[in-house]
């Protein structure tokens, strides 16, 4: 396992080294970190206290900001209360962000990274040949009927009746979320990217219109066996949205009475001056399990 870790290292910065994207190192420890309302922040016991970063995303996007060259990080990730199989407080994390890049741009980048690894590697745990695109709206629809993007929250609320965890006060987004994760991503065992996110989903990502009409979230997800492995953003890069949007993830944390973020400063100044680019998040421990065939993160670990 310590060499196959070693290797699939080897491979990631082989592919991007032949694309000439530069590989950036960012501080693990910032004055901000995720305002995310389902992000548990980690942090120093000091005055003033420091972050540990749940993704190198702001510190990277400030770099674009200031050198404007596509970048790859490979670096650890701090998520409180993330613990199980396939889950872990701190992980091993690959992001990166290509300027001008559209978002089915980034699509095809990604599937040739896992085509060059799957090659260089020639892993034990997947037999790899395409991976599919789909639209969430295609899955939900064939899943349950109904339009993600138009179906009200008490609809949806019926139909999650029997999830337990859900309780009464649930919003939109986690009532979808639920519903997602517990009754199609299960069956996603073969690599395949789901697009079109629901708009309420859209985090850092630009809004979208489809050729039905509905406003969606610009940003996709890569599962393989059942298994979240990236999450990828069209990015945002206009200020007034994005301090709008770090304003509804606070008031999201007041409500869950969860501490609120500050502003990150940096990000903010940054915006606006970056342009057209895409960026993704993939989870390299979980990369590995998939590829070694291993059930769990430990096993995928040195």
Known sequence: ?????????????????????LEVVTPVLRDSGSSEAHLQNLMTN??????????????????????????????PAFRGGETGSRHSVEFQMLEWYRLGYTLTELMDDLVSLIEFIVEELNP?????????????????EDRFGLNPHQADLETLKSLAKDLDHL?????????????????????LEKPTIVYEYPACQAALAELNSTLEGDTVADRFELYIGGI?????????????E?????????????????PEVPDDAALIAATGQIGQYAGIALGIDRLAMVLWGADTLNEARP
């Open 1 to 21: 396992m310590l060499a196959f870790r070693s290797d699939l290292a080897r491979a990631i910065r082989a592919y991007f080294h032949q694309e000439g994207v």
């Open 46 to 75: 000091t005055s003033p206290p420091l972050y540990l970063q749940t993704s190198p995303e702001y510190a990277m996007k400030c770099l674009l900001g200031a050198h404007g060259a596509s970048i790859y990080q490979i670096c």
């Open 124 to 140: 034990p745990g997947l037999e790899f040949n395409t991976i599919d695109r789909v639209s969430y709206h295609r899955l939900f």
């Open 167 to 187: 309780g009464e006060d649930a919003g939109l987004s986690d009532v979808l979320d639920a519903l997602f994760s517990t009754h199609i991503e299960p069956g």
């Open 228 to 240: 979240e492995l990236a999450n990828a953003y069209q990015e945002l890069d206009d200020v007034a």
């Open 242 to 258: 994005l301090k709008k949007r770090f304003a509804e993830n606070n008031r999201l944390r007041r409500e869950l009475a969860k």
